[in-house]
Structure formats: C-alpha cells, structure tokens
C-alpha cells in the first residue's frame, strides 16, 4: 500500500516539474543551456567539452588560454618540503657550466651544494683534453671542494672514419689519467646531427665506434649517453600531444622532417649498442625517455644488466605514477642514479620531494613539461642511498668515498 503511494507521489511530482523544465529560461536551470548532439564515440566539436554523453557544450564567455589557466587547488593534504636531500647526493647529470670556471664561482657552487646537501657534482659536460685538469686543479686547489666535483671525459664523434677511433681512444686514456671518472654527457646529437666523414648520419651503433666503447670498459669509465628526446617530440604539435606547450615553445624540439632519424630507430641503435657492449656500463640519461613506460623500461634493463638508468628532467613522469614509479625503483634499485640535468638549485627540492615523501597533488616546477600535478614515492632509505650515491660510487670507482655514509 505504502509503495504504491509513494510511485504515485513520485510520478505525480515529475509530470509537474518536466513541463516548468522545457519552459524556464536555461539559466534558472543552473546554467544547463543544452548542447550539441554527437553520434557515440565521436570527438567533441572544437571549442566545446562533454557535458553528458554524445552532449557537447561550449564555456560562457572568453575561454582561457591554456598558458593562463592556473587553478588553485583546494586540496587540503599534508606537506613536507624538503629542501635539503635525507642522505647527500650525487648528481650524476651535472652542468655546472661556468661555476667550475673560477675559484670565485666554486665557492659559490659550494654555497648551493650545502643548502641541498647535494655533496657531489659529476661534471657532465662533455669536456676533454686541457679543460679536464683545468678544472681538476681548480678543485684541488679547494680544501672544502676538493673531494666534491668529479669530472667526466667527452668525445669528439665530429668526422668519424677511418683512423678516428684510435685517435678518440688515446684521448680517451689521457683523459681518465687526468682524472676523468666516466664518460659524458654523449649528447643526443650521436644519432641525430653527427655526420661522418664521407657525409652520412652517424648511427649510434656505427662499428666505427666500437672500440671506443670497449676502451670505456678497459678504463672503467660508465657511459653517460643521452638518446634522443621524448617521443612526443616525433607527434603532430595538436591538442593531442602532451608537450604541445613546450613544442609551441620551443619548435626546434620538433623532429621527424624529412631524412631525420625517427624515434624507434634511436632507440634500436642505442640498444644495439648496450647489447653489443655487455662489458661497458652505460648509464641511460633521463631514463632512455622510457619514465612513461616503465614497462617497457623494465623489460630493457632486465635484459641488459650493463645498462643503468638516470633520473633527471623525467621527474614529470616519475610523480605521476608513485605507486608504479616506486615498485620499479624498488626493483631496479641497484641501477638506478640521482641526476638534474641543468643547475637550477631552486628545483633540486622538487626531486627529494617526489622520492622521499608521499605527499599527494602538489606542483611541478615546470608547466610546459606537465600539465598535471606529482605524488611522492615514499622510498625506503636503502633505496634512497642507493639512487643518491651508492650507485654511482659502485659504477666509478675513482670518485673519492669521504662524507658519504657507510
Ligand atoms: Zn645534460
């Protein structure tokens, strides 16, 4: 009895209120103004969102460019700023550039350093020849810097051809005697902008090379080689792509003109390389541009056990996925190395935050490379010391030991 009652009621009240719907101005009807009718699966018309499904409406008024809509989130989570790292680091991605120049501008390096505890910069510059013990007797010459910037050797791959590779090796040799740790930064112009002698693209797994890479092996120098760049840099610049911001940006990051090398192919002659060399270290910089398939990433370093991985400017994909991002650096913890890539002490806090908290949905530094928010890892402190600087004083023996934690 009761429940027919209440069916009547509810009828009864709907009929009266549909007619008042179809009649009252659409604002009264909380902003609700209808919209534009798509056939299921279909895209919505541009300018306009999915308000209900195969519905589409467009925003009253001016809409905001997306380089001014900043919304404030209201999120109230905790929050853990961590200026300074839990155990000193490493940064196995450093470009000092000229604070390694003068006695004046290393102190002031030493400055930075202390205020993040970062207590090892690995100069990742590419520099051979006179720069080396240049700046190795700059730091020497400091009694509170001297055990804290190592230096890594550059090679030349300008006109690769025949007699090249003897010449690269014995500058190879003079370097690490100068006190070169490693091998670096190999630049992502080895693939795409090198050209040999006779004219053609130097591949990265030209033979030509080969006797480098073992010399890396001989002398103990690890490999930092950086491959290509985000795949997103190969797309179409449209409102599908996730770095559409920095490619309006910056266009010269766009790729995949006529003749240029695609990404997939960089990435098989950067494998060939890892697989053909099992005795070099190679430390892949910013993760091989694999952050945002770990799976993927995972699979390449189960397979090639040479083969480490660096973290730096990937920081965007690593805290986006905390859960995933911290069962792979709980997995891969012993290849894995702490790196920033450009020296901007400012954004260093932004990394120990992502790794050392679990803090949720907070900013990155920088919006042109995510237009989303990062969650903190959480990492355990064994991890942590390893991918701070465990790591990278196993993979370069020469770097000094002291001021590091057992
Ligand atoms: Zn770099």
Known sequence: MRRSLLCVGLGASL???????????????GGFRGG????????????????????????????PSIVDYRPVSTLKAPVHM???????????????????????????????????????MIVAENVSGARIPQIMSLVNASPTMKNRVRVLAGINFNSVGPGWAAKAVAQLEADAAAGAVGVGEISKGLGLNYRKADGSRLKIDDPEL??????????????????????EFWQPVDNDNERWLELSLFPNRRYGGPGEPTFEQLMTERDN??????????????????????????KMMTEMPNVYGEIGAVLYDIGRQPRAARDFFVQFQDRLLFGKDSFQPAEYPYYWR???????????????????????????DTVLKKV???NALKIMPAVPKAGFPQ
């Open 36 to 63: 534009t009718t798509v056939k299921p699966g279909e895209a919505c018309p541009p300018g306009t969102t999915e308000i209900r499904p195969s519905n589409c409406m467009a925003p009253e008024g001016t809409v």
């Open 210 to 231: 080969d006797p480098v890479w073992a010399a890396c092996a001989r002398l103990k120098l690890p490999v930092f080689i950086h491959t290509a760049d985000p795949q």
């Open 15 to 29: 009929f009266a209120v549909l007619p008042l719907l179809a009649q009252q101005p659409p604002a009264a009807r």
């Open 354 to 380: 992502v790794l050392e908290t679990k803090d949720d949905y907070f900013d990155y530094y920088r919006d042109y490379h995510a237009f989303w928010k990062l969650y903190g890892l959480d990492l355990p």
């Open 388 to 390: 701070y600087y465990q």
């Open 273 to 298: 390389v890892f697989r053909k060399h099992r005795n070099t270290i190679f430390v892949a910089a910013h993760l091989g541009w694999h952050a945002n398939d770990l799976g993927r990433l995972g």
């Open 82 to 120: 961590k200026p300074k790292a839990k155990f000193p680091a490493i940064d196995f991605h450093g470009h000092p550039g000229s604070l390694v120049g003068s006695a004046q501008s290393l102190a002031a390096l030493e400055q930075s350093m202390d205020s993040l505890n970062l207590r090892m």
